[in-house]
Every structure is written in C-alpha cells, then in structure tokens.
C-alpha cells in the first residue's frame, strides 16, 4: 500500500512524496523539508504522522481522494480532496479506532 502526500514547494509548485509504509514517509519528509513552502514542513510533518492519511490516486486520469490507516483503506471517497482532508482530520482529531473505519466511512458517504 503506498501512502501519497502532497505539499506546495518553495517556487508554488505541487509535488508529492510516496513511501510504502510511514516511517519511509517521515523520513522522505525530513529531506523534502527545506523545499517546502514556509508552513508546510509542519503540516506534512504532522499529516505523515496521523493515523490517518489522505490517498491520492488517479482513475481514468482524473485524482480521487481516499482515506489510508494503518490496517485500513477507503479508496475513491470523492474528487474533491478538500471533503476527504476534512473527514481524515475529523477520524484523527477524534483518535477513531480502525474497528469503526469502515462504519464511519459509510456514514460519511450516505450524508445528505
């Protein structure tokens, strides 16, 4: 499973870090630090070491945003990565337990 996080550089530019497994993430992270624009060393820093993480993958071209635990994944949530940002924040805000993931997940998909 590949965890996708991305962030804007020093020149506004979008890049990305992948690694198949969290530390390899964090540690891609502390390289790719001075790179970043001011203020987003901290919240990549902080998103790599959620539990919970936003997947970005590409279907027919188009990204689709998903949702990566631990021992969990929610592929293809929406094309609008600023709804699956906020439903990762909420499940790590409130230390949701992986045993609820998928509950949750659904819940958050049948929202009116």
Do not use: K
Not at 4 to 27: K, M, N, P
Not at 64 to 76: M, P
Not at 105 to 111: K, P, Q
């Amino acid at each position: 499973m590949m965890i996708v996080i991305t962030y804007v550089d020093r020149g506004g530019f979008d890049r990305y870090i992948a690694a198949e497994d969290r530390s390899a993430l964090l540690q891609q992270v502390q390289q790719c630090a001075v790179d970043m624009a001011p203020g987003y060393a901290d919240f990549v820093r902080e998103a790599a070491a959620a539990r919970y993480a936003v997947l970005d993958t590409r279907v027919a071209g188009r990204p689709y945003y998903g949702i990566v635990g631990d021992n969990v994944i929610a592929r293809e949530l929406s094309a609008n990565r600023g709804e699956v940002e906020a439903l990762a924040n909420l499940l790590n805000r409130g230390q949701a337990s992986e045993l609820h993931f998928y509950e949750i997940i659904e819940d958050w998909l049948g929202r009116p």
